[in-house]
């Protein structure tokens, strides 16, 4: 019996450390310069070291145009309302609207296979001028939101997460408004809720389209391949980054700057900086920004003009 007892206890001994070190893992914080900061994050999380890695400074001249990036499907957005949200500040490092009635998948788009909802979460700063993820042309926003899905086929978001394609993530970025977007008074008012770090509180549902541009199914979008922002940084996403812009005014967005972090200094700057593209390709479904064969194109016309301006002075 005394055997038996210092066996289970034993066993108890070793889940309690193994449980401790698995709460500890997640050592990481968007701080530049400390040693949990993001330029350190590859130490502990060696897939953050990789070369595909997000985010990345979308720059449009250089995205190629494809025909295979059709809309994307966004209809089943429209019936999340009737269904369970849970919003939480996760350890003063995320705020997240995680997602758990009806399935909603996303389609179409150039995706290879269905996409399924698993949470949606937001990235800002602590001024206008900075708080996105991804650049624009060497531009950032105030704010950032990423609607996560994963593969439908596939067993849970853990296994998702460590496959190529396993994850299919859409961001939009915001943009400062006079006035207050409304529709966000529907997630805003829980925000008084989850002020202290890793709280959470329910949401009463509603159509996560409310969150989202009008024009969801007509939006021009980017594409490429990268990685998730946050450790273990796995290179498993495709990303879609929306053209459309969703407004939010000052006093709402000082909601998010608002909430506690770890240290129960305000949550600000929550974002991962950007990374080296490594010449990877951006397509995209707008056609109006000339490609760079077409501008060799241009080019040698107008060669062809001036030796033909020259021939004419010449004779
Ligand atoms: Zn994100």
Redesign the pocket.
Known sequence: MKQFMTSSLLFCLVIIAAMYEKGNSQVWNYRNGEPDGPEKWYVKYPHCGGVMQSPIDIVSSQAIYSPALTSLNFSDYLMSKGDNFTLSNRGGRMVQLVYSGTPIYLLGGGLPTAYKLVQL?F?WGANQYLGS?HYMDGKSFPMEV?LVHRQVQLANFSVAQELPYGLAVVGFFFQMSERNNTKYDQLLKYFHNIVKPDTATEVESFQLTDLLPANLDSMDYYRYFGSL?TPPCYESVIWTVSTSYIPISESQINLFRNLQNENLNNFVNGYRPIQDSNHRIVTTTLQDYPSSASLTHIQLHFLLICVFIVALYIY
Do not use: I
């Open positions: 979460h990235h993820e990423h922002t």
